[in-house]
């Protein structure tokens, strides 16, 4: 490849978003280590490798000051959501920060903004106070003239906030002037918030109240920012709702909802929904390193919700958390009810004819499968409140009888079994005691490897001796 493409590939990779650099990353090793497409992948390797190795030397050198927009945004960092995803109140938009900026140097304050450009360019770039006082300055210039345009007045406004963006901008942009003006409440905040909140008892929950009572923060414009930066605190973020629970001083649904810190069932419900989305997603690709947490979060919210609220089946909150347990009922059960037809599909016992000359199994696909094994096993521990207990356990059953079955009659067949297919009754045997691993434990499948060793030495020995 030419110097020139060579430089090209690596503009494009530069441009992708870390996520999707670390997962071309993991792909590229795992094609390296099937022997797949390696000159492709060790160029596109090196390439990836330079860039992260480049981006993290520069997050650890001094923060850049050149960048008026980071600083003006950054109070909003704990806020936004990325692209595609569903929003909730106390959240806006990542991709809605571009057209504001743009707005921002266009119509909405180009002087003061070119003001505080000039004077960002003259601080002294170690000079962290200056920098604050800009930022600081910066977000109160933005904040006023959102206010401006969105603000009651006289005059038709709707040609002007056109300008701004489309629908969904211009829905963030009220939510990003009502932050930026409130940055010293938000900081106050982040200030009194213990670090990390691993449990949400009595003690917590008055200390979270007694940080939460800053005037500015309790609108109803404020208070679900306010909330979302709690609910990041905290290790079960469902738990909010006790929040809510203790100012109502009651767990009615209707009283609950009738104070202004009901939107933190709204933001619970939301949060759920989301996880629940992502576990559908993750099920769908087959990826299944995160489903274990993900189910944990799911059950035990949705056990929360159901057992610290009265929620009537027939109001808004109720038909959401039915909504939710619906969905991640549907995702899982469709995808163990498949685990048993892929396990019998490598286990079968074939008759020898029917066994092609060179036949293999796809190790790739026992792995797979082994994730899947392990996927039931773990669904046993949230079925009840998922709403798949009875398919869980009637398949877990199955899977387990199937198996000690397949393996102990796959485990005979070695002994008599022709050599033209040896080696494929060796790979099922194989399979099988990896099954064995994750239904019945380490040592049941090293008895079962113990036993295809012996079953496979006698017969060398048989045929030697004949």
Known sequence: MSQTSIERLRDYLAQLPPQAQALLMREFERALERGQDTAVATLVLDQLRKIVRKTEADEAAPPRTDDLSRLLFQVLEPFLVEAGAPIRVGQVRRSSL?????????????????????????????????????????????????????????????????????PNVIEDLYSTGAVLAVRDAIATLNEKLPRSLRAFGDAQIASVTAALNIPVLQTPQM?????????????????????AIKIAASDDEIRVAATPYGVAVTIALHDLSCVAAILRMDIK?????????????????????????????????????????ADIS????SEIDSVPGRVRRILRQRAEKDIPPGARIDSTEVEETVALIDFVATC???????????????????????????????????????????????????????????LFGDDYASLMSRAAENAATGERKSSRAS
């Open 330 to 333: 549907n995702a899982l059960q």
């Open 98 to 166: 571009a057209p504001i900026w743009q707005w921002l140097g266009r119509d909405g304050a180009p002087d003061k903004l070119k003001e505080l450009e000039a004077a960002l360019a003259r601080t002294p770039v170690d000079s962290a106070g200056q920098v604050e006082a800009l930022a600081s300055k910066l977000q109160a210039v933005a904040a006023d003239a959102i206010f401006e345009l969105t603000g009651p007045g006289g005059g038709d406004k709707s040609r002007a906030l056109a300008r701004v963006g489309p």
């Open 223 to 243: 208070l679900p920012f306010a909330l979302s930066i709690v609910v990041q605190r905290m290790t079960a973020p469902w738990q909010i709702i006790r929040l």
């Open 380 to 438: 046993r521990n949230y079925a009840s409140e998922l709403a798949i207990n009875e398919v869980t356990l009637r398949t877990y059953s199955d899977l387990q009888q199937y198996v000690e079955r397949s393996t102990e009659q796959l485990v005979q067949s070695l002994r008599g079994a022709d050599h033209k297919v040896r080696t494929y009754r060796q790979q099922q045997v194989q399979a099988a005691i990896r099954f064995c691993q994750v």
């Open 285 to 325: 690709r087959g990826h299944f390193d995160n489903v274990a947490a993900n189910l944990k979060t799911l059950h035990d919210g949705v056990r929360g919700l159901r057992t610290e609220l009265d929620l009537r089946n027939d109001s808004a909150w109720g038909k959401q958390l039915t909504s939710i347990r």
